[in-house]
Every structure is written in C-alpha cells, then in structure tokens.
C-alpha cells in the first residue's frame, strides 16, 4: 500500500550510490583525467560519483558526507535520525529550501573540516552507540535524537525534533529525557531540558508542533490535547482535532500543503461544520501564517473568546484523547529485536515489530 504524502516513516533507501576514490586504472573509479570532466562529480575531497547521480536525496548527501567520517565515527542528528527512518528529517531548515549540513559525530579526539556540506560535533561516543544503517556508521535513534535536539536553532525547534522522532514511533519522551541526565555535562543541554516538558508524543507534522508552541508560548494558552479524536453525543466521531483545548471548546486545525485538493477541502469542511452544530468553536492556520506570530496569538486568543467555555455536564461533544503508549510499543520492540538476534529465532513464529 502507497504511504501518505505525510507518512511520519518513510520507506528504506534504494539506489544510493556510494562515492569512490581515483582508480589509475579506472576500474573502480575515475581516473584522475576522468575526474576532472563532465562524467563525475566530486562529493567530498577525494571521493567521487558519477554526474547524474540524484544527490538531491537525503540519504544520498548523508552518505556521501559520511565518507568523510574517522574510523569510530558516525553521522549524527538529522541525518542519523533520516536513517531512523523519520520522514520529517529532510536535512532542509525550516523554509524547505536551505540546506542543513550533515552531522558527522568524530569523537573527542577526530578531526574534521566543517563547510556547508558537514558539521563535526567532538562529544565522547559511547559503546553501542553506533549502528549500521545501508553501509553507513550512524548513532543509535537516541542518541541521534538527542544530538538533534542539542544542534536545533532553538528550543522550539528542539522540541520539533523530539516530536517527529515521537511520531515516527522512534524515540519517546520519557527515554530521551533519562538519556539526558545521563549527558548533564553535554554541551547544547540546557536546550534539551527545555524541551522535552514541551513534547507530545501525538503530534504528526513540523508545524502542528509549531502552533502548539504558539498557543502555550505565546498566547499563553492552557496546553492542548493533540490530535485528540472528538465524539458527539450520540457517539459518532466528529473528527480530530489537530488542537482542542477541552476547557474552552476550542479546536485549532492546521491547513498544510494537503489541505489544498478538494477532497482533503471537502473533508475539512465537514469537519468543521460537525464541530459548530455540537457547540466546538473552530479556528484555522497555514503554514504561511505561523511566520507571523503575533497575528496566530490574536487569531487564537479570539477565537477561545468566542468559544462556549460549557461544562462537561451539558455539552453535546466529548474529547477522547489517544493514551501514551510509545514506551510500551519500544519496549515491545527492543524484545523482538532481542529475540531475533538469538540463533534460533528464526526457527520460531514471525514477528512484527513497528514499521
């Protein structure tokens, strides 16, 4: 089955092409004249792939900077967290045009020029932190996590990077913070901390996180229930709420990119009509919007005026919100991981673990 446009995971890499060196001889690589012209592209010092290689691709860019690497290191951040397979980690800042460059963990005692392709980070890395992910040495998803919290622009975007490692069932909050106090001494910790009572575990989009940070930030807002499923009295579901604030009676939806086809139109119309006629106020956000923040808080603070503020007793709707059970699906996870490394796992019943 096709994944959404949206899926959180996104599927392994296939087709990467692993730069080589100058080959004299030209078998396994260029040679130094074959180098120089049109039919190779120079990736790294050294290191070369054939011109039209799709190096656009973030696994291609991580890979060909992780040729870089001192042996013990590994990529790190969004990089390693792109090989974790969260899908929001595109190695793009926040305008979806600049390019970040790619983490490269080297160790206390690596060496490594940084430019715009590669950014070296020196803390200690410990034993079992790194994997192999496609041929490429990369940290663990917690610590990579972790890294990417430490190296966002801000503490918001920390908490961006929390969440969709969250959404991709990667990484949850309670794991990221003990692994927290263990780093007390990292550098970048304090934005961690600040962080992670920021998180949820059920937000799915960059900017859904975002708008939460604006409506608790900003507007000074009560927290929200994220994407927390709404019921009406005769139990039928009326929709999700991307934000409700189950004080008020407030839903606060976010339009991305996919709410502009007509079906996803359609859908949202309904949505929001089902809300109003059982007493929910409703209140929108773009992407295009959340740049002005100060235009978001009034949008949202009249919005809340404007809600019904009933008590439990009398409303016709009812929040249902998702229990937290990411630990519990990691845990469940780390037992089949456990039990497929043993020798005879294979010889037992298949096992699913997340995708």
């Known amino acids: 089955m096709a994944r959404h446009r949206w899926d959180p995971v996104c599927p392994p890499p296939r087709g990467l092409v692993r730069p080589v060196r100058v080959d004299p001889s030209g078998r396994d690589g260029p040679t130094r004249h074959q180098a120089a012209g049109p039919t190779w592209v120079r990736t790294s010092t050294g290191f070369y792939v054939p011109a039209g290689t799709p190096r656009d691709r973030p696994e291609q860019r991580i890979l060909e900077q992780s040729m870089r690497l001192p042996a013990g290191g590994a990529v790190t951040g969004w990089a390693a967290c792109r090989l974790a397979r969260a899908a929001f980690f595109?190695?793009?800042a926040r305008d979806g045009l600049t390019r970040l460059p790619v983490p490269l963990a080297v160790g206390p005692d690596g060496r490594l020029r940084a430019d715009g392709d590669a950014v070296a980070t020196y803390d200690r890395i410990d034993e079992g932190e790194v994997v192999e992910v496609c041929g490429i040495p990369?940290?663990?998803?917690?610590?990579a996590t972790f890294d990417a919290m430490r190296l966002a622009a801000d503490v918001r975007e920390a908490v961006v990077a929390l969440d969709m490692m969250a959404a991709a069932r990667r990484m949850s909050l309670r794991r990221l913070a003990?692994?927290?106090?263990?780093r007390a001494g990292a550098h970048g910790i304090a934005k961690v901390r600040a962080a992670v009572p920021l998180a949820s575990e059920h937000s799915r989009s960059p900017n859904e996180t975002r708008l939460r940070l604006c409506w608790v930030l900003d507007a000074g807002l009560?927290?929200?229930l994220v994407n927390c499923p709404v019921y009406g009295d005769g139990g039928a579901l009326l929709g999700i709420a991307d934000l409700l604030d189950d004080e008020a009676g407030l839903a606060v939806e976010f339009d991305g990119?996919?709410?502009?086809?007509?079906?996803?139109?359609t859908r949202d119309v309904a949505k929001e009509d089902a809300f109003r006629r059982h007493g929910v106020e409703v209140a929108r956000v773009t992407g295009a919007d959340l740049w002005d923040r100060e235009l978001v808080?009034?949008?949202?603070?009249e919005a809340r005026g404007r809600a019904r503020f009933e008590p439990a007793t009398t409303r016709r709707w009812e929040p249902r919100p998702e229990p937290d059970v990411l630990d519990r699906l990691l845990d469940q996870q780390d037992g089949l991981d456990a039990l497929r490394s043993l020798p005879e796992a294979g010889a037992g019943p298949s096992l699913t673990g997340l995708p």
């Open 138 to 143: 990369a940290l663990t998803a917690l610590r």
């Open 178 to 182: 003990s692994y927290a106090d263990l």
């Open 90 to 92: 595109d190695g793009l």
């Open 222 to 224: 009560p927290p929200p």
């Open 297 to 301: 808080v009034d949008r949202l603070r």
């Open 257 to 265: 990119a996919d709410h502009r086809s007509a079906g996803q139109h």
